[in-house]
Structure formats: structure tokens, C-alpha cells
């Protein structure tokens, strides 16, 4: 599957996919995802996956391994925002309980520049919508996110996208 089909398939699930209101493996996975995330604990998040599992941040245009992801979003973001954290507003499962959907508000003050972003010490708040696909065994194997990237600039005063 390419990126845009994966992207495409990936919104066709959040329209048409019925819900289960209990929790399973997929919604496990996901809540101990974001409890590790808001630790600042990149370890103890990869240890979640699948050696091969593949990480998507569909407004960055990144996809890739867990292993590089991790390392070129999760380390650089903690490190530029030392007090990085998120707010889990819901978490959705599939019949199946294979897929998560995470309805999440991420925040952070920006300490160092990173992604293009100069520091001035701005805050951010923003949602963000991710898909976490689990195997049989509730181990990660996907995550597709997405945000909206120009408010992320917006807040954090980058007003030119190069």
C-alpha cells in the first residue's frame, strides 16, 4: 500500500467502522501508548511495537519504522518541549478491536527550535487524531496521525512554511 492509499484507507476506517464501547487489546495498547508518551519514556513507547511496526504523521509527510520515528519525532519533540505532555479526551475501538482511534490533545512549551520553528518560548495546545492498529497479540503494528499542522505553527509563531 503507498502513503496516499494507507492515508485514504486509514479515513475510510474512521467513517465507516462500527465501535465497540468496551476495551480490548487495541484501546489497551493505545492507553499505555499515551501513558508512556506523557512519561517522556521513547523506550518504554517502542517497546509497545512490533519489531516492524510503522509510524505515520500524515501532516509531516514522515513515515517509517517505529525504530526511526521514535528517535526523529518523539526524542527531538521532548527534548525542544521539555514539559511535553497529552490529554486523552477518547478512545474508540473497532468491533474487531484491532484499531484505536485516539482522540488526544498534545501541549508543550517550546524550549529549543526544532522542526523549522525558531523559539520564542510559545505554548501549544492542540488535538490530534490518531489510528493505533494492533496484532493478535495487542502489540502495535501501525500508527497513522494526523493535526493540523499550520495551527501548530500558528501557535507556536512560525509564520512562514518554506
Known amino acids: 500500500m503507498t502513503f496516499t492509499s494507507r492515508t485514504l484507507a486509514a479515513a ?90 485516539v482522540d488526544v490533545s498534545i501541549s508543550g512549551t517550546q524550549a529549543k527550535d526544532t522542526f523549522g520553528i525558531v523559539n520564542q518560548g510559545r505554548s501549544y495546545d492542540l488535538r490530534h487524531m490518531f489510528v493505533i492498529e494492533v496484532d493478535d497479540a495487542g502489540q502495535i503494528i501501525h500508527v497513522t496521525a494526523f493535526w493540523d499542522n499550520a495551527d501548530w505553527y500558528r501557535q507556536l509563531g512560525r509564520t512562514q512554511i518554506d
Open 12 to 101: 475510510a476506517i474512521l467513517a465507516t467502522a462500527p465501535f465497540a464501547a468496551f476495551a480490548g487489546p487495541a484501546a489497551d495498547a493505545a492507553e499505555a501508548f499515551f501513558d508512556r508518551y506523557r512519561a517522556q519514556d521513547v523506550p518504554a513507547m517502542i517497546e509497545l511495537f512490533r519489531p516492524e511496526g510503522v509510524v505515520e504523521y500524515i501532516p509531516f509527510g514522515l513515515a517509517g519504522p517505529v525504530e526511526e520515528i521514535s528517535l526523529g519525532s518523539w526524542a527531538v519533540l521532548i527534548d525542544a518541549f521539555p514539559d511535553l505532555s497529552n490529554e486523552v479526551h477518547s478512545i474508540s475501538e473497532d468491533a474487531a478491536g484491532t484499531r484505536a482511534f
